[in-house]
């Protein structure tokens, strides 16, 4: 079998002159990577192809390297994210791609506001596909991840086979498969794998063309969270009132109970409209603690994370697809003048908490369940509002405490 793996290795032709020589182990690990390339299914042709002259981008190592001290504020975040530019472009394009819209909406069961919502903050409508700055290639992309990734390497592998699937399958030329420097794709920025299982022919040319048709983009999207769960006829969730002395160690996301034993605890919508259907569970979500907006999140907001596993992404898109059907901005206000922690506060945080006995868990500046737990508990032992936010003013008790 080595013989045959050699023998195999030994009928590519080289990987591109002079280029290739720039790093030999790159063009040996190209080389090392064909066999599971064939076993997939790809032909020695196609792979010969993409490869042939192809170098390391050193950008995708870079930003595979870095590690942000700095995290906006959510509210920042939704500044640029639910931005009057980014509504109006999006009115736009409901209307511009309305018929399409019609079609898919009653295909999926996916609201059209949703899907536009996703357009416009995974690509600007499309507008960053012109930008060769932020575009890349997507097999050099995913073939630098690989290869030098570090803790993206697996994902690089995994990715870069599906990406040459798509290409061996033939819905688009390897010159127009086009991505970020991570390998998301197209309109709505589908990695590979999330391409081969979701990703649909809407116009019926035989190609699923999520670069060039958005047609085809936004029917994608609308089969990817139909796919996921997407609970049709209904929102994502709503922007709701606390009543005074209200336990807000329920806003973990965990405590789901039905809008029917939330409204029982005193919370209403700020409309002051009821909730349409008091059956539905949703979770409490309060993404600035105490003194910032509360959610109760549908299990759509669960749906919407299944694009990209982040609280603030999933209420960016909900937010903007509010905005663009013509609701209002949230009523309540953020905590402006706090100042979001650095990558070693919040591990400080962490690290504190751990001394105090209140088992935050691993110390790496994320913070997770574990951590909003023992802030919980912590703040609940001094007599503050158990709220689980993170903030310099908690940073600073912690230091004094411990």
Same mark, same amino acid.
């Given at each position: 079998?080595?013989?045959? @793996?050699?023998?195999? &290795? ?29 076993? @997939? ?17 050193? $950008? ?5 390297? $870095? ?8 509210? /920042?975040?939704?500044?640029? @994210? ?28 996916? *609201? ?41 390497? #697996? ?24 991505? *970020?420097? @991570? ?77 029917? /034993? ?21 979770? &409490? ?13 549908? $299990? ?5 994370? #299944? ?47 751990? /001394? ?36 310099? $003013? ?9």
């Amino acid at each position: 079998m080595v013989r045959k @793996a050699l023998i195999c &290795l030994c009928l590519l032709v080289p990987f591109g002159g002079s280029a290739a020589l720039a790093d030999a182990g790159f063009n040996r690990w190209v080389e090392s990577f064909w066999p599971e390339a064939r076993s @997939a299914g790809i032909s020695r042709s196609l792979y010969q192809e993409v490869f042939r002259g192809m170098t390391p981008d050193p $950008d995708v190592i870079r930003k595979a390297e $870095d590690q942000p001290e700095f995290t906006r504020a959510i509210w /920042q975040y939704l500044d640029s @994210a639910v931005s009057d530019k980014r509504i109006e472009n999006g009115q736009r394009m409901l209307d511009e791609w309305g018929d399409w819209l019609d079609h898919i909406e009653r295909k999926f069961g996916v *609201s059209r506001y949703v899907v536009v919502a996703i357009w416009g903050m995974e690509s600007s409508y499309g507008q960053v596909l012109d930008n060769p700055s932020i575009v890349k290639p997507t097999i050099r992309s995913l073939a630098t991840l690989a290869y030098k990734g570090g803790k993206r390497s #697996r994902f690089g592998r995994t990715q870069l086979l599906a990406a040459l699937k798509i290409l061996q399958n033939g819905d688009v030329a390897p010159h127009d498969m086009m991505g *970020s420097w @991570a390998g998301a794709m197209g309109h709505t920025q589908f990695i590979p794998t999330t391409y081969l299982a979701h990703a649909v022919d809407v116009t019926g040319d035989g190609r699923r063309d999520i670069w060039n048709t958005i047609p085809d983009a936004l029917a994608s999207t609308a089969a990817y969270l139909k796919d996921s769960g997407w609970d049709a006829g209904k929102t994502w969730g709503y922007e709701v009132e606390l009543p005074r002395g209200f336990d807000y160690t329920l806003g973990d996301m965990r405590s789901k109970k039905s809008l029917a /034993q939330w409204t029982r605890l005193g919370i209403r919508r700020v409309n002051g409209s009821a909730f349409p259907r008091p059956g539905d569970q949703a979770v &409490l979500y309060l993404p600035a603690g105490a003194r910032g907006p509360a959610f109760l999140m549908l $299990d759509n907001f669960r749906v919407i994370k #299944r694009y990209n596993n982040a609280n603030a992404y999933a209420l960016a898109v909900g937010h903007l697809s509010d905005r663009l059907l013509g609701m209002d901005e949230f009523k309540a206000s953020w905590p402006r003048d706090d100042r979001p922690l650095k990558s070693d506060e919040r591990a400080e945080v962490q690290s504190l908490l751990n /001394q105090g006995g209140f088992s935050a868990g691993k110390v790496d500046g994320k913070i997770g369940p574990n951590t909003k737990r023992a802030v919980m508990a912590y703040q609940k032992s001094r007599g503050m509002t158990p709220d689980g936010y993170v903030s310099l $003013d908690l940073l600073r008790r912690l230091q004094r405490d411990f």
